[in-house]
């Protein structure tokens, strides 16, 4: 009769494995928000004009 024994994981692994999956979501979407204009002008979508002078005051 063959043994063969089972898969284990340790805490200390899988709080690694844990650790290097919550970094590579944040790092996601750190890169994501840093190159978000250049997303969007790869869509074709232009950033609305600033139109803050326009609010009745001439002075």
Known sequence: MH???LP???PGSGSLIIQ???A?????????RASWGKIKGLFGIKPKADD????????
Do not use: E, R
């Open 52 to 59: 803050d002078d326009t609010d009745g005051d001439s002075n």
């Open 20 to 22: 290097i999956i919550i």
């Open 24 to 32: 590579v979501l944040l790092g996601l979407g750190v890169a994501l």
């Open 8 to 10: 284990y994981l340790d």
């Open 3 to 5: 043994f063969s024994p």
